[in-house]
């Protein structure tokens, strides 16, 4: 594989022992600045001081990489550790350490320190065209690359190796990718079809899917139900069966369908069904039954307004204005004895600056805990493109749910470059849902809810707020068009119109 990045062959080579003594004193000062600010905290209070939190020693990172070949291996041993040391850590917190607090200089830096990796995965336009989508596997041990050319490439995202291409795994453009576990996932084309594939057989497809009449353009999996959730152009979201598949397909049964219809996303819980649409509508389905075929009149509509932006009687602590506190029977009949189950919700996300101008939601993310929706909305002109995330007022730990039925809040936004016009840009969440990666013109930038990396939950603004820009990327020579964390490593992918993939990791 060639370099992602040239290297400066002026720089000397930094030992190989620097990058462990970097991280050992950058995590032995997040240490030292957390104690400290407890015991002036304490000291304030006029209450005797707090013992100190309970200091948990970084792993031998030295070890991780000793047997890794190759420079960037070593590199990402070293980053995998720390990871995996900042996740425990965050998940194991000691009663004296403030969980707003906890960790965010570590974590802003280390998100901040995020390179182009030493060796990045380059494809050729001539063969594979664009690249529309990037997948990990539940595992991180695989990076699935969707193609324009209708192949689907599968690289070791560790040491960037190509492990295998799919030629022909469908016969027009391939546009999503999912996992349903660590060995089978599907793909989705504009050739109207779903293939099934297994990582242990990947000479032939497991089975195809056919059902949509157009252009099908992502793919959902309910972990409960196992079913296999698509929507496409012809405005239809179709369930699958994977409990009965066979090398001739899977029962199948059209759950819903709308017009202008962009992207469908299921919440991490698979409660809900979001979909956006080209025409600047965001549908919620409530109570999610994905069992249950809806024909149009079978949903139960709750309302049909803009999502509001965050005013200045809007708390922090409230997921429930005023506005929203209506009468109970009559938003809800099906507490009188109607099913409670699908019921749609029909928004219109407002967008500053766009108050009387259409919009189109291209693409669409969930938080991975389900706080909130990422949106990328460009102009009906297609002269501006925002970045927006809106928050489910239905509350998010630690604030208890006060009704099972709100709307959206705007909490945060940036407007974007708005390069590449037509084209659609993937933006995601990170594994921890601090960061958001946004494909930016010829780049990435990597955003954030506050200046410390925060939890959303634990910075939410009373106003709308701005976006933080934490990094700026550029190593691409084309249009960004798809951006994807890796789940267990700290790892960032990115896949842009001239058909190659950077990898991004910190640099010590």
Known sequence: ???????????????????????????????????????EEEASRSRPPSPPPERRGAPDLDSAGEHAPGSACRSAGLCDSLFSWLWKRTVRRGPFVDPARDNFRTMTRLYSSMSPATDSVNLSTQTHGAVFNLEYSPDGSVLTVACEQTEVLLFDPVSSKHIKTLVEAHEDCVNNIRFLDNRLFATCSDDTTIALW???????????????????KNIEYDTHTRLLVTSGFDGNVITWD????????????????TRYLMRMRLTPDCSKMLISTSSGYLLILHDLDLTQSLEVGSYRILRAR???????????????????????????????????????EVLTPEIPGERDRGNCITSLQLHPKG??????????????????????????????????????????????????RG??????????????????????????????????????????????????????????????????????????LSGRVALYQPHF
């Open 242 to 257: 994977t409990n009965r598949f066979t090398e001739d397909g899977c029962p199948h049964k059209k759950f819903f369908h």
């Open 1 to 39: 594989m060639s370099s992602g990045q040239p290297s400066d062959s002026s720089e000397p080579e930094e030992p190989r022992g620097a990058g462990v003594r970097h991280l050992d004193e950058l995590l032995r000062e997040e240490e030292s600045d957390n104690q400290e600010e407890e015991e």
């Open 423 to 496: 084209y659609i840009k993937e933006l995601c969440f990170s594994p921890d849902g601090r960061l958001i990666c946004s494909p930016y013109g010829y780049g990435v930038r990597l955003l954030a809810f506050d200046e410390r990396c925060a939890e959303l939950a634990d910075c939410m603004p009373v106003r709308t707020a701005l976006l933080r820009e934490v990094r700026s990327i550029y190593s691409h020579s084309d249009v960004v068009l798809t951006t994807k964390f890796s789940p267990t490593h700290c790892q960032l992918a990115s896949g842009c």
């Open 371 to 420: 706080w909130a929706t990422l949106l990328r909305c460009s102009s009906n002109m297609d002269d501006q493109e925002w970045t927006c995330v809106y928050e489910f007022q239905e509350g998010a730990p630690p604030r208890p749910p006060v009704s099972p039925r709100c709307s959206l809040r705007l909490t945060h936004y940036i407007e974007e470059a708005n390069v590449g």
């Open 306 to 344: 803009r999502a509001p932006l965050s005013t200045e009687g809007s708390s922090t602590g409230s997921r429930t204005g005023g506005s929203r506190h209506v009468n109970d029977s009559k938003l809800h009949p099906h507490r009188e004895g109607l099913s409670p189950r699908n019921s749609l």
């Open 198 to 216: 297994d990582l242990r057989k990947l000479n032939s497809k497991v089975c195809s899917l056919h059902g949509h009449a157009s252009w099908v």
